[in-house]
């Protein structure tokens, strides 16, 4: 549902008693968190009016929130209660039991809100709540299910060329694809991105490749830089280190493959112009890159054998077929492929250093 719709909705039937609100898109979570509890009360920052229950804190759970949301109002008539972190509902049959006898029977002056926001950390779907539960489909029977999911790429283009020109800035050809591909398609991040680019950019100015690659891209490809660095030296415990803190960091698997992806494209480009006699300024016009960037590819060649490099272009791009449909979790996926790649650079390293070359991997 967009937050027209929800506003819409709530101007027509009015608040219902419970909203169940889940999914990976973090900004239109919170946003229709904010319309709901705005039309459930008449002031929001009322702290007596609205309490939030925070379900990762070890000592809250159910019986919190249900006792949250039969409180007696002594300076409101209407309250509304926030839980965060309700996908623990999930995890415990007893707290699960006593959610499910209050949202079977809800306070009607109460509007309760569940929000299950974000990512599983293994198989990267949104996070929901069990359908096949009976607290689920109490809340069905009695509230509404709002889902909100990261946009499409193509979506969260056409998301950003509308913000872009409502900030006042015309934009470049690609740019909101670039930037699609660096942070994802989560409106969250989108929304943040769009207002650092327009303050980077200038009042009024058009947004261009150079501002996202300035702004955006070097800080991410720093730490890509120094992920395949610590490949090509063999180094299994920096490779872990510098994935886990991509990982760590908010990272999707599929953004880090992405990423590595890009860039062994970018190694082959720049092999390709060195080999025709091109400089740094070559590489960083014809990849269209930042200056940081096609210093570090030019360094980065210079070690990386050709065989090596296609080697892991293939196992990318294999991987990213593989984090879509295998049931092995992304991280591992991911670790395997790096630590491969890794002892086959150490063994190219030997041969090249044992005078034994032979241009294969085996």
């Known amino acids: 549902m967009a937050s027209n719709d929800l506003e819409q909705s709530l101007k027509k039937d009015g608040t219902q008693p419970i909203y169940l609100i889940q999914g990976d898109d973090l900004w239109s979570i919170e946003a229709a968190i904010r319309t709901i509890v705005a039309a459930a009360v008449p002031d929001p920052n009322d702290t007596m009016a609205v309490t939030r229950?925070?379900?990762?804190?070890?000592?809250?759970?159910?019986?919190?929130?249900?006792?949250?949301?039969?409180?007696?109002?002594?300076?409101t008539s209407r309250l509304a209660v926030v839980v965060r972190a309700a996908e623990l509902l999930d995890k415990k049959a007893d707290e699960r039991e006593e959610m499910q006898r209050y949202c079977a029977a809800p306070v009607p002056t109460t509007t309760l809100i569940l929000k299950v926001a974000g990512a599983d950390s293994r198989t990267n779907k949104p996070l929901s709540l069990d359908k096949r539960t009976s607290l689920f489909k109490a809340i069905k029977k009695n509230g509404v299910v709002l889902d909100f999911t990261s946009l499409k790429p193509w979506e969260a283009e056409k998301w950003l060329d509308r913000r872009f020109s409502e900030l006042g800035h015309r934009v470049e050809r690609g740019v909101s694809a670039r930037v699609v591909e660096l942070v994802g398609a989560g409106l969250l991040q989108l929304h943040n991105v769009s207002e650092q680019l327009s303050l980077y950019a200038g009042l009024n100015a058009q947004v261009r490749m150079v501002d996202v690659e300035n702004a955006l891209a070097a800080t991410r490809t720093h730490t890509v830089f120094e992920l395949i660095d610590a490949?090509?030296?063999?180094q299994d415990k920096a490779v872990l280190q510098h994935l886990h803190a991509m990982l760590e960091h908010r990272e999707r698997p599929s953004s880090i493959l992405s990423m590595i992806?890009?860039?062994?494209?970018?190694?082959?480009?720049?092999?390709?112009?060195?080999?025709?006699?091109?400089?740094?300024?070559?590489?960083?016009?014809q990849l269209?890159?930042?200056p940081f960037a096609a210093k570090k590819l030019l360094e980065q060649t210079q070690r990386f054998p050709l065989p090596l490099l296609r080697r892991g272009f293939e196992d990318f791009m294999?991987?990213?077929?593989?984090?879509k449909s295998s049931r092995i979790a992304p991280e591992v996926l991911l670790e395997q492929l790096l630590l491969g790649l890794t002892a086959a650079a150490r063994r190219s390293t030997n041969q090249r250093s044992g005078g034994g070359h032979s241009g294969r991997f085996v």
């Open 53 to 75: 229950v925070d379900m990762a804190e070890g000592k809250k759970g159910a019986r919190d929130v249900v006792g949250a949301c039969r409180a007696m109002g002594l300076f």
């Open 231 to 234: 490949v090509t030296s063999g």
């Open 261 to 285: 992806v890009r860039h062994f494209r970018h190694l082959t480009g720049a092999i390709d112009i060195v080999s025709g006699g091109g400089r740094v300024d070559d590489v960083q016009q």
């Open 288 to 290: 269209g890159i930042h």
């Open 318 to 323: 294999r991987a990213d077929l593989q984090v």
